[in-house]
T-cell receptor, first 115, second 113 residues
Framework: DGGITQSPKYLFRKEGQNVTLSCEQN?????MYWYRQDPGQGLRLIYY???????QKGDIAEGYSVSREKKESFPLTVTSAQKNPTAFYLC??????????????FGEGSRLTVL | AQSVTQLDSHVSVSEGTPVLLRCNYS??????LFWYVQHPNKGLQLLLK??????LVKGINGFEAEFKKSETSFHLTKPSAHMSDAAEYFC???????????FGTGTRLLVSP
């Protein structure tokens, strides 16, 4: 079945450590996204990529980095510069705007807790 | 600028009674509007979408929403709640022609027996 796989589902990190969250999709979608979810705040866009080897900052990119070396993969690194990294992180994908209405397909999320 | 407001952070209903989750948007353009559902510790799933076709949109699991331009609203309804409907619901707006989506802050639906 096609879909988006995020791993790990739960992750614990000590302060000062970088951590990388994995996102893989087999939907053949060009566009991929990372969102952060905090209670009562909805989803906020961290980074997005419309095509391989290209990505753009979203609304809250500080302290995060991404790469897009393959169409299927869009890993997110939470760096030590991110002041409040404890959150639920969601990866999504879509076919590009112009070909559809912008519907997103989501993974099941990764919950990061900083100890 | 565009934004979306979900008017209730929590809604409680009894099983078998109607559900109404309210959403208002502001947009200078013709928007695309979506409702997504999220069960605890899960990703979001699309319930339905409005893309300038019929103003009454039917989605999965018996949900529907009506786009009312004069009221700038896109409320989500279901005639009869089921226990499995208990989840968080997000109203989302997208400017036509842009990738970026704007998410509401969510409404948690509680369904009691």
């Amino acid at each position: 079945d096609g879909g988006i796989t995020q791993s790990p589902k739960y992750l614990f990190r000590k302060e000062g450590q970088n951590v990388t969250l994995s996102c893989e999709q087999n939907l053949n979608h060009d566009a991929m996204y990372w969102y952060r979810q905090d209670p009562g705040q909805g989803l906020r866009l961290i980074y997005y990529s419309q095509i391989v080897n290209d990505f753009q900052k979203g609304d809250i990119a500080e302290g995060y980095s991404v790469s897009r070396e393959k169409k299927e993969s869009f890993p997110l690194t939470v760096t030590s510069a991110q002041k409040n990294p404890t959150a639920f992180y969601l990866c999504a994908s879509s076919i590009p705007v112009g070909a559809n209405t912008g519907e997103l397909f989501f993974g099941e999320g990764s919950r990061l807790t900083v100890l | 600028a565009q934004s979306v407001t979900q008017l209730d952070s929590h809604v409680s209903v009894s099983e078998g009674t109607p559900v109404l989750l309210r959403c208002n948007y502001s947009s200078s353009y013709s928007p695309s509007l979506f409702w997504y559902v999220q069960h605890p510790n899960k990703g979001l799933q699309l319930l339905l979408k409005y893309t300038s076709a019929a103003t009454l949109v039917k989605g999965i699991n018996g949900f529907e929403a009506e786009f009312k331009k004069s009221e700038t609203s896109f409320h989500l309804t279901k005639p009869s709640a089921h226990m499995s409907d208990a989840a968080e619901y997000f109203c989302v707006v997208r400017l036509t022609g842009f990738q970026k989506l704007v998410f509401g802050t969510g409404t948690r639906l509680l369904v009691s027996p």
